[in-house]
């Protein structure tokens, strides 16, 4: 009635037949005028070129048959969002645009299957869920309008007071309710869950594979099908984008391509369901996100947008929502990730506030270099359990050791050659050496490589190979004059 599109949203009107959706669109148009209403299609919207000029100097827009449409929303974000709209008449030249003055109402017996999950659709929309059918026998004429603008039916004599409530009502209140319509009505937040889950193929991801910690660091990766039996995709058990793709396989979704998910990624988590922790950053092992890690088959987290939604019915704060976090036992302190074939545990470490500090890393990467070799002297050649190669994760509130140094079938540790005694002296970071044996398990002897970093107490250095670093002896090392 007063045409307040700054509001900037819209109604979608979701339900089966004989639920009322009807009803209310002709109460909406009885309020307005039938010569203020244009009706169309969520395809033409999209597509028709003269479609926008339909719009000019109308009030309401009605939108039906939406979900038969699954392309782009662009007309529809920009006719909710006070953009300007192209004004094109047949056989006339284009006046240059307009802004409109009008809302919008989508109806349809399900819900809007686009393309589009960015927070720019969803934060528009305000779902209405009409579930209850009226049988046939039980129906009433309660609106009508006859093409002449006539409007018959029981409600036909209410439609003035109707029209004066709607008047009288305070401008703020109205703006409250229609901007902040999930706080204020519990069950619009159900619906809104449900709409998520239905049509966002990262929303249903995220509730079912992901939990929620601020300081886990979980690699991205890359989607890759599998030969091994079990698993679709390489790696999707421990990385992000191969783990959404197998559940859009096992699902019958179509999945994203990976330059579009990680934004829509870090879209809905950031601006559709408040967790700004929730980030994409990169190291000298890859890119990660950072406040999300894969759920385990037992893990007791409970479903992470269903949650949040939940918490949001129940509290009526949504700014002030707290996910659930996957909490860490005493007993789980640490823990063996993966065996020897785990090619990026790189990404699962988790850093500290210092990380960029050199002089304790050095001292975590030596405290590592002295564990794996004690479990050399202790563990059989052969065992069942994990080999000491395998990548441990120390949990701790405070300190993390991180290393850079593992990957698939290649030794952490070089054994000694007694025939081969040098001195310390010759070997400081920036060295260029000469491999002597093939101890690497790269047939790479005789390849001139460089010291990254020196343990002297331990004789050993970090080795720069083929832009990898391996832990070595520096016995099988033959510095080489500049």
Known sequence: ???????????????????????????????????????????????????????????????????????????????????????????????????????????????????????????????????????????????????????????????PGLLNWVLEMDSFEATQLAKDSQNLCPGLVRQKLQTLIENNPIASWLNDNIVYHPTYKTRI????????????????????????????????????????????????????????????????????????????????????????????????????????????????????????????????LKVDSEKNNFDECMKNEKSIIQEKTNLQTKQPEKSSQSSPSSPVRVISPNTVLTSPHNSTNKPQLISQNPDLTQSTNSFKPGTRVKILTDALGKHLQGAIATIHSFIENDAFCWLRVDGELECCSIDVLKPLSS
Not at 72 to 83: E, I, M, N, P, S
Request: contains cysteine; glycine residues 10%.
């Open 1 to 159: 009635m007063t045409g307040r599109c700054d509001w900037q949203r819209f109604l979608e009107l979701i339900g089966p037949g004989g639920t009322g959706k009807s009803t209310l669109i002709r109460l909406a148009i009885a309020l307005v005028g039938f010569e203020n209403v244009h009706i169309t299609t969520l395809k033409k919207l999209e597509i028709g070129n003269f479609e926008t000029a339909n719009i000019k100097d109308k009030r309401l827009i009605l939108v039906t048959d939406a979900e038969q449409y699954a392309g782009g929303v662009t007309v529809l974000k920009a006719l909710t969002g006070q953009d300007r709209l192209p004004y094109e008449v047949k056989f006339k030249q284009g006046t240059g645009g307009f802004t409109p003055e009008c809302l919008v109402i989508v109806a349809g017996n399900e819900n809007i299957k686009t393309g589009d999950y960015t927070s720019g659709l969803e934060r528009r929309r305000i779902t209405i869920g009409m579930r209850k059918q009226i049988k046939p026998k039980y129906q009433r004429d309660l609106i009508d309008y006859s093409d002449d603008g006539n409007i018959s039916g029981e409600f036909a004599p209410f439609i």
């Open 221 to 348: 990766g890359l989607a890759q099908k599998s030969k091994e039996e079990g698993e679709v995709f390489i790696g999707s058990s421990k990385w992000l984008y191969a783990n959404y793709k197998a559940y859009c396989e096992g699902s019958g979704t179509n999945g994203l391509s990976l330059n579009r998910f990680v934004p829509l990624l870090l879209d809905f988590c950031n601006h559709q369901i408040n967790l700004p922790a929730v980030k994409h950053d990169k190291d000298r092992t890859g890119a990660y996100i950072e406040g999300l890690a894969i759920r385990f088959d037992d893990d007791p987290t409970p479903p992470l947008v269903e949650s949040i939604f939940t918490q949001s019915s129940e509290t009526l704060v949504g700014d002030e929502l707290q996910p659930p976090v996957r909490t860490v036992t005493a007993g789980e302190r640490t823990e063996t990730l993966m065996g020897e074939d785990c090619e990026d545990y790189e990404d699962y």
